[in-house]
């Protein structure tokens, strides 16, 4: 196995997606969608270790993100496009189905395309994110987790998140990221290639565009979810409450929860053995089509 997958740039659906990809190619494709505000670099702890067990993997910026498309205004954001980059990116590697893997917003999607393509996703774990149907009714429900999520009421301004986000090579985004996680979940040099992805024109706009994208309207996902989910939850996550992972599984006809307790929103950096596991037992375990 190399040290670092490979990279390359593949057209999907009239734009352009950076992948890093590993695994034998004849292995089940499975789909590492990161989260605001990282790139495929998200996944540097689970690349190796899921493609070491036979799985196809392959972890792309997401539109906006890294060196991929960063298509201009709201609604390329919207989720039904996000979703339908996976299908797309699925497509252009010549595969029918797939598994897919989401945090943090990468979950969100990874949520909406089980929901909305459940013949073409085999199975979906999601890591510390909600099903995007569930989360405003929640939160109106818990004015504690209102107030966890006021930045994205503040994301929704024009060119003033943009200002604050980008000052001082990005410092306010590095201390996010810090600040949210255990002691040691992201090193110096994470830190940097994260900001030099940031820096690139139009890179935090983009980003916040997912957010904005959200008060764009949408149909209800069908229920219940038909694809088998696992859901991981580091039970100390600043902006996302547990309860969260509880209200998203009622929507699944087929649904797992693991918590883990001293992890917080960056599970997947802080614990990566244990998600590894956890991952290739409900990933790899499946035979392809058995979902």
């Known amino acids: 196995m190399p040290a670092e997958p490979a990279t390359r740039r ?14 034998p190619g004849d292995g089940p494709l499975t789909v590492l969608l990161h989260g605001f505000p990282e790139t495929w670099w998200g996944w540097r702890h689970q690349i190796g270790p899921l493609a070491a067990a036979g799985l196809r993997v392959v972890a792309p910026d997401q539109r906006g993100y890294g060196l ?13 496009r996000l979703a339908e980059d996976v299908i797309g990116l699925a497509d252009a590697l010549g595969c029918e189905r797939l598994r897919l893997v989401g945090h943090d917003w990468g979950g969100l999607v990874a949520w909406w395309a089980a929901s909305r393509f459940p013949d073409r996703i085999e199975r979906a774990a999601i890591l510390n994110a909600p099903h995007p149907d569930v989360f405003g009714a929640y ?16 994301f929704q301004l024009p060119g003033l998140p943009e200002a604050l986000l980008r000052a001082g090579d990005c410092a306010a985004l590095r201390r996010a990221l ?7 979940a992201f090193s110096a040099h994470d830190l940097d ?24 309207p949408r149909e ?11 859901v991981l939850w580091g039970e100390r996550d600043t902006a996302l409450e547990r309860g969260l992972a509880a209200e998203s599984l ?21 614990e990566p053995e244990a998600v590894n596991a ?4 409900f990933l790899a375990a499946a035979a392809p089509g058995s979902g």
């Open 68 to 80: 991929s498309s960063r298509p201009d205004g709201i609604e390329a954001y919207h989720l039904d």
């Open 178 to 184: 810090t600040a949210s996680s255990r002691s040691g």
């Open 10 to 23: 593949i057209p999907v659906r009239g734009q352009t997606l950076n992948i890093a990809e590993a695994g």
């Open 250 to 270: 009622r929507l699944c006809a087929q649904g797992a929860v693991r918590y883990f307790p001293q992890a917080t929103h960056w599970l997947q950096h802080e």
């Open 193 to 216: 290639l994260y900001a030099a992805a940031w820096r690139r024109p139009g890179a935090i706009t983009a980003m916040l565009n997912w957010y904005r994208a959200l008060r764009l």
């Open 139 to 154: 939160a109106r429900r818990h004015p504690s987790q209102a107030l966890r999520s006021f930045y994205v009421g503040f």
């Open 278 to 281: 956890a991952l290739i037992g």
């Open 220 to 230: 209800p996902a069908p229920e219940p979810i038909r694809p088998p989910v696992l």
